[in-house]
């Protein structure tokens, strides 16, 4: 029987993903197990899909997990889910890859994304809880500890600490964290400053080009006009100073008006 | 329930709704072919290297729906196309994109909805719409508004339906009430649960049809086959299991499982 109020719950007929209520590890041995190879037949889709270029109704998955639905679970539950997930992640690559080799295409490829999804979600909803409960007991988060390093070009980046038995004094592993650049890291650091900038220029400067319209009350032509087209750049710049300002499409070369 | 979760306004479901409302969402980006071929990472902290299939900023919404097989035809053309000019270091002019998409939460036309063409030579004639395509505002009513188009590979000439575009005022609702064109809004409803369509000159409610939940899984709700094997039953999803507990989801399972770990745990540092 179809409860319509829960149809309008989620606003629609879900999901994916059988979710047997299974016992403990141990009662696997429990299954029937017919022939040596029926373990290995979890790889594979059902036979009735085997070269179809598109999937019947009967053999096509619904959506995925969204994080409403995942945060009802039981973290043994979720625990279970992850692994059916893992299953059918494995199957369906698996089949991608029997298609593949016979230059084919898997029928009803976005299985394989709604499962990437649901992962996702599933994760996403216990890294929400023990992060409630570390933050709780802790004070701390529990998304991995970041820091900023200083590599050996010169960039300051965002990195994941990583986890060391010997504090940094003993160990002497730690990375530079913004440390006083020298040389040719300097050096280096400002031509890249100057390239992006030069970048960022010539793309504001193509956008506006392409806005650019002829006039066709007056005839003339903005384009042939535009004085800052018609010379070259300079190709080298010993000054930040010299470096062209950057340009605003509005014309900003008069304040007034 | 909380307070503030009563407080809050209801969540616009119609926006939500569409054709692909169940396809994963990476799966349509990957359709766009607008996705990263490969990725040239561990540059010393420079930002990384991306080679693109087609560049983001190259991808222009076109009025057909997504999973057009011209659309997609094109698409490929394209991408081929740009890749042969990145190998040979030649300029590739990208397309530049000016349509503003109206936002979803102000969408008012849905498929089955009965409305008036304004415009060409069907002006003022009432039909149904068939196709919604949100990117750029435009919307196919069935057999109006139509070219004669002629195609080489089956020596046939055919009428095809050209887009409508809403936020040119091309196609209008029709009242319920006097059959005359009008525009609609969104307000809630008096029990304040959901949000409802009314036509501003009558303030009548225009229902929303039914083919409008239709997605690529079912026609209804209610006429979804499930499969067997792959399908979790709605009433076991629904079903909640969980009881908040003050421990870690790894304690938990270990709990559960009867893993006991008593070892000592030595201090680690990180940096």
């Not at chain 2, 009513?141 to 887009?163: A, D, M, N, S, W």
């Not at chain 2, 409610?205 to 006429?223: F, G, M, N, V």
Request: contains cysteine; aromatic residues 10%; proline residues 6%.
């Amino acid at each position: 029987m179809v409860n319509k109020a829960v149809i309008n719950l989620i606003s629609g007929r879900p999901l994916i993903l059988l979710f047997k209520q299974f016992g403990p590890v141990q009662q696997c041995t429990s299954r029937n197990f017919a022939s040596k190879t029926y373990l290995l037949n979890e790889f594979f889709d059902h036979e009735h899909t085997f070269g179809k270029t598109e999937l019947t109704p009967k053999f096509r998955p619904g959506r995925a997990w969204t994080q409403e639905e995942l945060r009802l679970k039981s973290n043994s539950d979720l625990h279970k889910l992850w692994y059916v997930l893992l299953k059918e992640r494995n199957m369906l690559l698996t089949m991608k890859e029997a298609y593949q080799i016979r230059n084919r295409s898997l029928p009803g490829p976005e299985r394989i994304d709604n499962v990437k999804e649901s992962m996702k979600n599933l994760e996403a909803v216990v890294h929400e809880r023990n992060d409630a409960y570390l933050r709780l007991e802790t004070g701390d988060s529990a998304d991995p500890p970041m820091r900023t390093v200083t590599t050996p070009l010169g960039f300051t980046i965002n990195q994941q600490a990583k986890e060391h038995y010997e504090p940094w004094e003993i160990s002497g592993e730690k990375e530079y964290a913004t440390p006083y650049l020298e040389g040719d890291v300097y050096l280096f650091q400002k031509l890249w400053k100057e390239k992006e900038h030069m970048k960022a220029e010539i793309e504001s400067y193509d956008k506006e080009w392409a806005e650019m319209k002829t006039d066709p009350n007056t005839g003339i032509e903005e384009k042939r006009d535009y004085a800052l087209f018609q010379r070259s750049f300079r190709r080298t710049y010993n000054r930040l100073d010299h470096l062209p300002k950057t340009f605003k499409p509005n014309g900003s070369e008069t304040s007034d008006s | 329930m909380r307070l503030t979760g009563l407080l809050k306004f209801p969540r616009r479901k119609y926006a939500e709704l569409g054709h692909l409302r169940h396809i994963p969402h990476e799966y349509i980006e990957k359709l766009k072919r607008a996705v990263p071929k490969k990725v040239y990472g561990n540059r010393f902290g420079a930002p990384p290297l991306i080679r693109w299939a087609l560049p983001p900023d190259d991808y222009v919404p076109q009025s057909k729906p997504i999973y057009d097989s011209n659309i997609v035809n094109e698409t490929i053309q394209r991408e081929k196309r740009y890749h042969h000019t990145v190998l040979n270091h030649k300029f590739f002019e990208k397309r530049s994109h000016t349509v503003n998409a109206i936002p979803r939460d102000n969408w008012t036309f849905f498929p089955g909805d009965k409305v008036q063409v304004m415009v060409g030579k069907d002006k003022g004639r009432h039909g149904t719409v068939h196709t919604v395509v949100h990117e750029t505002n435009c919307v196919y009513v069935e057999g109006l508004h139509t070219k004669l188009e002629y195609e080489e590979i089956l020596k046939l000439h055919r009428l095809k339906e050209q887009p409508l575009f809403v936020d040119k005022n091309q196609v209008q609702l029709v009242d319920p009430i006097d059959g005359e064109p009008c525009t609609a809004e969104w307000i809630l409803n008096s029990d304040q649960t959901e949000y409802v369509r009314i036509s501003q000159r009558s303030g009548l409610e225009i229902p929303i049809p039914k083919s409008a939940l239709r997605t690529t899984e079912y026609y209804t709700p209610e006429t979804y086959i499930e499969v067997d094997d792959k399908d979790t039953p709605h009433n076991i999803v629904l079903k909640k299991t969980y009881k908040p507990k003050l421990c870690t989801f790894e304690q938990d399972i270990m709990e559960e499982q009867g893993i006991e770990d008593d070892r000592e745990h030595k201090p680690t540092y990180w940096y």
